[in-house]
């Protein structure tokens, strides 16, 4: 099926340990997101993309890594994992800098022990 | 630093009682404004872009109107089914790739 998804959509770790967070979309679209959302923050930027090998910060990037080699790929490393980092983390998608719609993933619910 | 403050944080309605929820906003150059359905477990789900002052933009039981300040969605006569949390989101001229900054919601809740 078309569309963003993200994989896995739960996942339970260690203090420490890597995890690699999953986003895949089939649009083509040349702008990929990667937001967390905690109660009381709402949701905030992570990581953004703008095309494949080309990535910038956006408000809370520590901790975080992301790599963009395909299109349609946009994984996030958190290389140690850390209980702050306790969320849940949505991958979007957006056609060019100026397509006002931007299309969420259904989201990874991360648990850090 | 563009700011956008959502209020009430949560509110209660009777099915059938029409009410506003509010989104204000300080950026410099406001490139457009949208508004973000979200239910839980799931992912937002895009229902307006506003660009200019003045603008308004329906949808079902749903009007998004927009001033210099802030945006209003209205919400007539709704239905249970319209429980959910509805996001605000600005989109300012002077960020390099134009990335959205996020309110933090309000929550409704519509009582049959």
């Known amino acids: 099926d078309a569309g963003i998804t993200q994989s896995p959509r739960y996942k339970i770790t260690e203090t420490g340990r890597q995890v690699t967070l999953m986003c895949h979309q089939t649009?083509?679209?040349?702008?990929m997101f990667w937001y967390r959302q905690d109660l009381g923050h709402g949701l905030r930027l992570i990581y953004y993309?703008?095309?494949?090998?080309?990535?910038d910060k956006g408000e809370v990037p520590d901790g975080y890594v992301v790599s963009r080699s395909k299109t349609e790929n946009f994984p996030l490393t958190l290389e140690s994992a850390t209980r702050s980092q306790t969320s849940v983390y949505f991958c979007a998608s957006r056609l060019a800098v100026d397509y006002n719609e931007q299309f969420f993933g259904p989201g990874t619910r991360l648990t850090v022990l | 630093e563009d700011q956008v403050t959502q209020s009430p944080e949560a509110l209660r309605l009777q099915e059938g009682e029409s009410s506003s929820l509010n989104c204000s906003y300080t950026?410099?150059?406001?490139?457009?404004l949208f508004w973000y359905r979200q239910d839980p477990g799931k992912g937002p789900e895009f229902l307006f872009t506003l660009y200019s002052a003045g603008e308004e933009k329906e949808k079902e039981r749903l009007k998004a109107t927009l001033t210099k300040k802030e945006s209003f969605l209205h919400i007539t006569a709704p239905k249970p089914e319209d429980s959910a949390t509805y996001l605000c989101?600005?989109?300012?001229?002077?960020?390099?790739?134009?990335?959205?900054?996020f309110g933090k919601g309000t929550m409704l809740l519509v009582s049959p």
């Open positions: 649009w083509s679209h040349s702008y």
């Open positions: 993309s703008a095309a494949a090998d080309i990535t």
């Open positions: 950026v410099s150059g406001l490139r457009g």
């Open positions: 989101a600005v989109q300012a001229g002077d960020s390099g790739y134009s990335t959205l900054t």
